[in-house]
């Protein structure tokens, strides 16, 4: 690293950027801005830094939300002041609720421009609330502070992102001018004498190690003592922040005989076990009957999707409601949890494979799940696998059995995603998996689905809306920042057509205008402005043929289904 610079703002700089690459955090997404200036250099010039650029702070903010949700790593954004930090806040709220790392540098002018009225300052002090894990007003880089203090700043920044309950974390820099380098060089080589030794290796200054998180045996033991006393357990899997405890779930499920419910979230979703249940089909053939009534819950991850599942679970009131996740978020929108083991989810389940066959069901308790889906089954997909048109079933179905099995997936919310929870077909291949349901909004999917991309470094299919896609289709710009290909299938079936699906649909007389919010629009010359190949079959051949197309054509497509 350099002792000499024109000015000590480009020392701090040099000193974050550096900080933050020791600790692996090496992928940055940056709008312009002149008050970032000096931030924005540092990126530029340093070894191992991998930069985005983006004009829409808004889209940037999701693109490294997505970035963050394929690797776990925190992506770090940077913008100058004003509301430019501003547009980052509905990606900082995702991240925060989906519990995604973040680490957001907003610049910000000097503390004596504060509360003057002086141009594109706004307060950015604790700017996003309780949103962030962890908030820091970074000083205007000055000779009298030590840079041990910059130092410790970023791994506490780095730490608290990934901590057990990982997600943003804000650092509001301050910068006087000069903002732009010059030819003048001052040698900073005494002011940075205390971190000689820091400056001689590639390690952070602070090196953390996060705790492992083990169940209590007692309070495991007595859990197993509970189940013992019920033949009717039922495990639900949400969003696993872990992949590799998917195979012991479904462990769990095969030797004690459990029906498992798992969410289009959990990933589990097309695995091939008979323990697997599909329960939004299951819905559709009799659910409520005392014969699959549980009397014990076993949840492990994320909050559930499904709508008719969370009514059902309200109307029959367990005793025993078990949740399992490595967070202490309170995840339980029911009220409904008896009992919360905060550890991590592959402690627990080692521990409960340990059990022999205490906890086994009666074989007759799984027997009646798999009797009715297969009813349903035949009933539903047998019908839907014989349509002669394009829905927004058929075509969440196609895309599940159509996925190239080396690309991702990412799912819009409203419909998209449900069509997805219902129809997925459970013999598709098996793909990353990912969504915005923290607070399952439909801004920024467009951009969030790109972020992923750029994590996984593979393809992803776009499985999103027509309200979402327009919220959103700026940050198609984004696709030339990027080597891997996005394929976006639009469900337009012009406006919002979930609400169909709720009460407000009988209200005639206001609900076309104020809910479902026709558009009349089509996207083929938004793909044409962005470069996109753009698709439009109207039957499920013709969308086989191009959704094959445009996985291997190794460019980006938008296929528009009307519907």
């Given amino acids: 690293m350099n002792t000499k610079y024109s000015h000590i703002n480009f020392l701090w700089t040099d000193l974050i ?132 203090y910059l130092l410790t700043t970023i791994d506490q920044a780095v730490y608290q992102s990934q901590d057990n309950l990982p997600g943003p974390v804000h650092l509001n820099c301050m910068f006087r001018e000069p903002l732009a380098p010059d030819e003048n060089e001052i040698d900073f080589t005494d002011y940075l004498s205390g971190i000689s030794g820091w400056l001689e290796n590639d390690k952070p200054f602070t090196e953390y190690h996060k705790p492992i998180l083990l169940p209590e045996q007692s309070k495991l033991e007595g859990l197993s003592n509970k189940i013992k006393s019920t033949n009717k357990s039922i495990i639900l899997c949400g969003k696993l922040n872990d992949s590799k405890v998917c195979d012991s779930i479904i462990k769990i499920a095969e030797k004690f005989g459990y029906p498992l419910f798992a969410d289009i979230t959990s990933g589990l979703k097309s695995d091939k076990s008979p323990n697997l249940i599909n329960h939004e089909l299951l819905f559709d053939s009799g659910f409520n009957d005392d014969e699959i009534k549980p009397e014990f819950i076993i949840h492990f991850g994320g909050v559930m999707t499904s709508k008719k599942l969370n009514e059902w679970l309200d109307e029959i009131k367990l005793k025993n409601y078990v949740h399992i996740d490595n967070h202490s978020f309170r995840q339980d929108p029911l009220h409904m949890v008896t009992k919360r ?39 539903i997909l047998t019908i839907l696998d014989n349509e002669t048109s394009l829905s927004e079933s058929m075509v969440a179905r196609l895309v599940s059995r159509y996925i190239d099995k080396k690309s991702s997936l990412f799912m819009g919310n409203s419909l998209a995603i449900r069509m997805m929870d219902k129809y997925m077909d459970q013999d598709s291949p098996v793909v990353p998996i990912c969504f915005n349901r923290g607070a399952s909004g439909i801004d920024g999917c467009v951009a969030t689905a790109i972020g992923c991309s750029i994590g996984f470094k593979k393809p992803i299919t776009l499985l999103i809306g027509d309200l979402s896609f327009l919220h959103d289709f700026n940050s198609l710009a984004l696709l030339k920042e990027s ?38 629009m089509t996207f083929e010359k938004i793909a044409e402005q962005f470069g996109v190949e753009y698709l439009t079959p109207s039957i499920p051949d013709e969308f086989i043929k191009s959704y094959n197309f445009a996985q291997k054509s190794g460019k980006s497509n938008l296929i528009e289904i009307v519907i």
């Fill in 483 to 520: 080597k891997f290909p996005v394929t976006i299938v639009v469900l337009n079936n012009d406006g919002g057509g979930i609400f169909k699906y709720l009460p407000i649909s009988n209200q005639k007389d206001v609900f076309e205008k104020y809910w479902l919010t026709p558009h009349g």
């Fill in 341 to 379: 083991f905060h550890c991590e989810i592959s402690s627990f389940v080692e521990g409960m494979l340990t059990y022999k066959n205490d906890l086994s069901s009666d074989k007759k308790w799984l027997m009646a799940f798999q009797d009715k889906i297969e009813v349903s089954k035949k009933k």
């Fill in 17 to 148: 950027v550096n900080e933050l690459i020791r600790n692996g955090i090496n992928r940055f997404f940056i709008s312009p801005g002149s008050r970032s200036t000096p931030l924005t250099i540092a990126i530029a010039r340093a070894k191992g830094a991998e930069s985005t650029l983006h004009f829409d702070e808004r889209g940037a903010g999701f693109a490294a939300l997505g970035y963050g949700q394929a690797t776990g790593k925190p992506a770090v954004l940077v913008c100058t002041s004003g509301t430019a930090a501003a547009n980052y806040f509905p990606a900082v709220i995702e991240a925060s609720m989906s519990r995604i790392p973040m680490i957001i540098l907003t610049a910000d002018r000097p503390p004596e421009l504060r509360d003057t009225g002086a141009n594109q300052t706004i307060d950015q002090v604790k700017m996003y609330g309780s949103y962030v894990r962890w908030f820091q007003d970074i000083s205007c880089p000055s000779l009298d502070i030590q840079p041990e």
